[in-house]
């Protein structure tokens, strides 16, 4: 079953979101299995994540790389709000 996770945080910046982008690609993990879509929302100057995962296994595995790279940054990105997915209609 997918999960949605949605991550709202208020110290994300656009140019953070962009480094954290590049780090990831750099470590091979600019496209990690078992994540089928990402989208990045940008309000009032902060980036909030929305992505949707085979598992809860896959993404775990992705933040054991994606959690230092946050860190680094100075990042908190809180503790996401994650549901199952419904439904997906693309188009």
Known sequence: MALGFYFNSDSF??????EAIKRLADAGAGAPAGRTHHIALESDDNIQVFDVWESQQAFE???????????????????????????????
Do not use: C, E, R, W
């Open 13 to 18: 910046s656009p140019s953070q979101y962009d």
């Open 61 to 91: 595995a992705f933040g054991a790389t994606l959690l230092p790279i946050l860190s680094d940054l100075g990042v908190d990105p809180g503790k996401p709000m994650v549901a199952s997915v419904h439904n997906i209609i693309d188009g």
